[in-house]
């Protein structure tokens, strides 16, 4: 016969640490979900941070960002990049080349019938961060 104490203290031994593993692994997933995404180009020195919104202001989450930009002598070396925004809209490019042939760029973003663009000049503005709101996109008749 196994003494009520002895269960009780086991079921509390065994139950304890998986309550705490429950809420750690809720705490990681909440910290996952706020982690901007990062794209590095590779390229040079720059960076900008993108905060993409619905027409209201609110973040968008899961929307493209695509950005082409062409750099060094004579615009030789050409690079396409993209990334997806998180829950808070936001997505950061960091390596872009400090300077790009027929500057500026444009970061276009995109999700579902909406899209919206942002243009920025490393050369003037090394570190950025802008925003993007998307409006509906307009559909082009033949």
């Given at each position: 016969?196994i003494?009520?104490?002895?269960l009780?203290?086991?079921?509390?031994?065994?139950?304890?640490?998986?309550?705490?593993?429950?809420?750690?692994?809720?705490?990681?997933?909440?910290a996952?979900?706020?982690?901007?995404?990062?794209?590095?180009?590779?390229?040079?020195?720059?960076?900008?941070?993108?905060?993409?919104?619905?027409?209201?202001?609110?973040?968008?989450?899961?929307?493209?960002?695509?950005?082409?930009?062409?750099?060094?002598?004579?615009?030789?070396?050409?690079?396409?990049?993209?990334?997806?925004?998180?829950?808070?809209?936001?997505?950061?490019?960091?390596?872009?080349?400090?300077?790009?042939?027929?500057?500026?760029?444009?970061?276009?973003?995109?999700?579902?019938?909406?899209?919206?663009?942002?243009?920025?000049?490393?050369?003037?503005?090394?570190?950025?961060?802008?925003?993007?709101?998307?409006?509906?996109?307009?559909?082009?008749?033949?």
């Open positions: 016969m003494p009520t104490r002895y009780l203290c086991c079921v509390l031994l065994f139950a304890g640490p998986v309550r705490l593993l429950s809420a750690q692994s809720r705490a990681e997933q909440q996952a979900a706020e982690k901007v995404p990062v794209i590095d180009g590779e390229a040079g020195p720059c960076s900008l941070q993108l905060t993409v919104t619905d027409p209201d202001g609110k973040p968008v989450y899961a929307a493209t960002i695509k950005v082409h930009m062409a750099y060094g002598f004579g615009g030789i070396r050409k690079l396409d990049l993209e990334a997806g925004t998180n829950a808070d809209g936001k997505a950061k490019f960091v390596g872009l080349p400090a300077r790009v042939r027929r500057p500026p760029l444009e970061f276009k973003a995109s999700k579902d019938q909406h899209a919206g663009m942002a243009t920025y000049d490393p050369a003037e503005e090394c570190q950025a961060q802008h925003d993007i709101r998307l409006d509906e996109a307009k559909v082009q008749q033949k």
